[in-house]
Every structure is written in C-alpha cells, then in structure tokens.
C-alpha cells in the first residue's frame, strides 16, 4: 500500500508557472519494495487521461509533444518524492493532474498507485 499525497496546484496566468510536488508513502508492508517510476497525467473532461511527464530509477526522462522544453520532471529517490516544473503556462495546460508510482516487486511484477489529483488552472 503507498499513498500519494500531492500539492502545488491552483490558479496562475498565461505565461505563468507552477510547481507541482507529489511524496509518495509506504506502510509498513511496501517499505522493502523499490519504487521505479513516478509521472505526472493530467485529465480534461471528455477526454482520457493523458501522460505529461515520467521520470525513471537513474533520471531517464519522457515528455509529451506539448509539455517539452516548458515542463521539467524530477524526484528525491530516497524520499519517492515526485516533482513537475511548469513554466510558460497556456489556457490548454488547465487540467486535473494526477500523480502515478509504479512499485516493482520481484521479479517481474508493476504495481501502479494513483493520487486524487490537484486542479491547475491557467486563466487571465
């Protein structure tokens, strides 16, 4: 079990930045387990759930199309703490964005956890 607890979201202009923090917590049972990956997806009505940024064990990293070269994904490893960087905000960044950790159990197996979501909003 790993809870995902995020913060950092809210209103900002176009043009704008935010900086989105998601810390991730183990219990007692998921501490021996390795997370591997953390990412961020956002979410606007209508449409699915679409990937924004991913950060893997060793900092390999993976931006959508429309994020790249404004967003920057990073994490404390030894805190299984997530960040996303967004800078040069546009109204079609507004969204609900979820944060996402993927535990690795030996030897092959991928657990995905999910946070509630944090609204960002990029409006004049």
């Known amino acids: 079990q790993v809870q995902l607890v995020e913060s950092g979201g809210g209103l900002a202009q176009p043009g704008g930045s935010l900086r989105l923090s998601c810390a991730a917590a183990k219990n007692r049972d998921s501490r021996r387990f390795n997370i591997d990956t953390m990412a961020w997806y956002r979410q606007t009505p209508g449409n699915q759930r679409e990937l924004v940024a991913e950060?893997?064990?060793?900092?390999?990293?993976n931006y959508a199309d429309s994020v790249n070269g404004r967003f920057t994904i990073s994490r404390e490893n030894a805190k299984d703490t997530v960040f996303l960087q967004m800078n040069s905000l546009r109204p079609e960044d507004t969204a609900v964005y979820y944060c996402k950790a993927v535990m690795t159990l030996p030897p092959r197996l991928e657990l995905p956890f999910w946070g509630q979501g944090t609204q960002v909003t990029v409006s004049s």
């Open positions: 950060i893997h064990t060793g900092g390999v990293t």
